[in-house]
């Protein structure tokens, strides 16, 4: 290990150097799909991945801004914006909270998460549910009727190892506004893990977003980690043109991804729009009593397994999870021999999306299909349908 690795590693608890560098050693000569494998204690989360769909929103007055702007490129900005105000939730917020990036807990095939906003922009739902397990899939669902403000998406990830956690993100997101029937598809940025060897990691984004919308605007977003003027970690520059020209955008944009960025005209002189993460509060979301949920929901599923986490007891930790994830088998085992697979709660399977195809084919990206078994879409007839119990039986008993 390097000098440098050395005083990083002052970061771990003395009682955990040893599981620590056990695991990065295993990190290091693992070949499959890293999010099998246990980390120690103090790096895991008692939270699902199913869960992180929350972060698109947590600023609904944000989130349905660009639907009460009536000039198209100002709505364009105003996607943009959105979106930017969204990495913080998404990509920091744990490592804020928690004091480091904590690996969240696998969800289960069928694994949903409910909950709703309420605040000054009205009612905003939120539907979260794990579509596919080999790979891991999870879809979502965020909606504001009041507004006609729709955002729907799948995320896969795929991770490997060299000194780094490297993470490619598959999938992507599509908002749609209802008054002028406007799509914009969003892509989803790669990541890397840094700071494992002090076992206090942290996300760094890599190379662009982009977001591209039927009215023919582009917003593009490069992230850079450490700056080279700034030196800041988490920076980042973004602009919005007009497709086909991107070396004359109608607005740059740049800062902290984590922390306040500034939006300028396209010759970056006039600033037209700050964004201060710290005068921004976020609306909590609202979610159903672990009592009153479904056994499919994250929270009342995983209780015991967070509890345990949360007391820091690993063996009851261990058996929790294998409870349920020897459950998921037998019923995959099942399915298998009925000649069946799982019904998705809310959401369907498409090989091809016509609009998804038009968007992307301006930008170069694909689908990639067979990372993320299809296309996950709302499936609107479905929801309506879906009652609790959503799959009564699907989960051990207590």
């Known amino acids: 290990m390097s000098s440098s690795s050395k005083e990083e590693a002052s970061a771990v608890p003395p009682q955990a ?127 504001n009727k009041d507004n006609g403000v729709r955002l729907q998406g799948y995320n896969g990830q795929k991770a490997s190892f060299s000194r780094r956690i ?43 977003t982009y977001i591209h919308s039927s009215s023919g605007f582009t917003g593009k977003v490069d992230y850079s980690g450490r700056g080279w003027l700034s030196g800041k970690k988490n920076s980042f520059t973004a602009s919005l043109y007009q497709h086909g020209k991107e070396k004359d955008p109608l607005y740059t944009i740049d800062g902290q991804w984590t922390g306040s960025f500034t939006i300028k005209d396209g010759k970056g002189k006039q600033t037209l729009d700050t964004w201060e993460p710290k005068s921004n509060s976020k609306t909590s979301l609202m979610v159903a009593k672990l009592e009153d949920q479904d056994e499919l929901e994250s929270r009342r599923a995983w209780k015991k397994v967070a509890d345990s986490i949360n007391k820091g007891d690993m063996n009851a930790t261990s058996l929790h999870k294998s409870t349920i994830e020897n459950s998921q088998r037998e019923l995959r085992k099942k399915e298998q021999a009925e000649g ?59």
Request: proline residues 7%; hydrophobic residues 40%; aromatic residues 12%.
């Open 340 to 398: 069946r697979e799982w019904d998705r709660i809310f959401f369907t399977r498409t090989e091809k999306d016509p609009l998804f195809s038009a968007l992307a084919s301006k930008i170069g990206v694909g689908a990639e299909l067979e990372k993320t078994n299809g296309i996950w879409r709302f499936d609107q007839q479905k929801a309506d349908s879906a009652k609790p119990p959503f799959r009564k039986g699907a989960m051990p008993s207590s």
């Open 17 to 143: 150097k040893g599981s620590w560098t056990s695991f990065i050693r295993t990190l290091a000569s693992y070949n499959g799909d890293l999010s099998s494998i246990t980390a120690p204690p103090f790096i895991l989360s008692s939270t699902s991945l199913t869960e992180f769909s929350l972060y698109w929103a947590e600023h609904p007055a944000v989130f349905v801004a660009p639907a009460n702007e009536p000039d198209p490129q100002k709505r364009a900005l105003l996607v943009l914006k959105w979106f930017l105000t969204t990495l913080k939730q998404q990509y920091g917020s744990r490592s804020e909270k928690l004091g480091s990036e904590k690996k969240p807990l696998n969800p289960f095939l069928g694994e949903i998460f409910l909950g709703k906003w309420e605040d000054a922009a009205g009612e905003t739902q939120l539907v979260s549910e794990q579509v596919n397990h080999h790979p891991p899939v999870t879809a979502y669902c965020i909606w």
């Open 166 to 208: 490297d993470v490619a993100q598959i999938g992507h997101a599509m908002l749609h506004l209802d008054k002028y029937d406007e799509d914009y598809l969003i892509t989803l940025p790669p990541l890397h893990i840094e700071g494992l060897f002090g076992g206090s990691p942290f996300v760094e984004l890599n190379r662009q």
